[in-house]
T-cell receptor
Framework: DAEITQSPRHKITETGRQVTLACHQT?????MFWYRQDLGHGLRLIHY???????NKGEVSDGYSVSRSNTEDLPLTLESAASSQTSVYFC???????????FGPGTRLTVT | GQQLNQSPQSMFIQEGEDVSMNCTSS?????WLWYKQEPGEGPVLLIA?????ELTSNGRLTAQFGITRKDSFLNISASIPSDVGIYFC???????????FGQGTTLQVKP
């Protein structure tokens, strides 16, 4: 069955380190998205991509970057992790810009 | 920016009761989505609505896309303990593919 996976599921890192979270989908969806979820803020969009080589900034993109070298993967990189980036991160994908998004299981990141 | 107001924030009900929650916006959306999230998991899509006035069911769940395109409703009939979780509404505007989420309704069901 097609699916969307994230790895790792849990990560603890130190302030200042570079961290990359992986997202992989097998639906062949063009659109992929990264969100962070925090108490009191709900789900907020970090970056998104409409296809290979396309990336766009979302609502809370500072300190994050993404790259899209193929259809299946959209890794999220924290260039220099900060404690404010402790959160749960979700990846999602959709077949079209006006269509529903499907979410991965999430990565819980703790920055100490 | 765009915001969705979701209410109520939380509900504590008895098993067997019906549940209603809603989402309102000051902006128009072309698509309304309802998700359920359980602890430690990602949001799972329950119902997608694409047309104003549309009424769609998924088992005991029924959702409606408001006529004004600025609101949506989710009803759960005859609640059971496994309905426990956080329910999110989300709106898609234009053709950007960017979802705007409500703050969520936390549902607890007492057996």
């Amino acid at each position: 069955d097609a699916e969307i996976t994230q790895s790792p599921r849990h990560k603890i890192t130190e302030t200042g380190r570079q961290v990359t979270l992986a997202c992989h989908q097998t639906w062949n969806h063009n659109n992929m998205f990264w969100y962070r979820q925090d108490l009191g803020h709900g789900l907020r969009l970090i970056h998104y991509s409409y296809g290979v080589q396309d990336t766009n900034k979302g609502e809370v993109s500072d300190g994050y970057s993404v790259s899209r070298s193929n259809t299946e993967d959209l890794p999220l990189t924290l260039e220099s992790a900060a404690s404010s980036q402790t959160s749960v991160y979700f990846c999602a994908s959709s077949a079209g810009r006006t269509l529903e998004q499907y979410f991965g299981p999430g990565t819980r990141l703790t920055v100490t | 920016g765009q915001q969705l107001n979701q209410s109520p924030q939380s509900m504590f009900i008895q098993e067997g009761e019906d549940v209603s929650m809603n989402c309102t916006s000051s902006s128009i959306f072309n698509t309304w989505l309802w998700y359920k999230q359980e602890p430690g998991e990602g949001p799972v899509l329950l119902i997608a609505l694409y047309k104003a006035g549309e009424l769609t069911s998924n088992g005991r769940l029924t959702a409606q896309f408001g006529i004004t395109r600025k609101d949506s409703f989710l009803n759960i009939s005859a609640s059971i303990p496994s309905d426990v979780g956080i329910y999110f509404c989300a709106g898609l505007s234009g053709n950007t593919g960017k979802l705007i989420f409500g703050q969520g309704t936390t549902l607890q069901v007492k057996p």
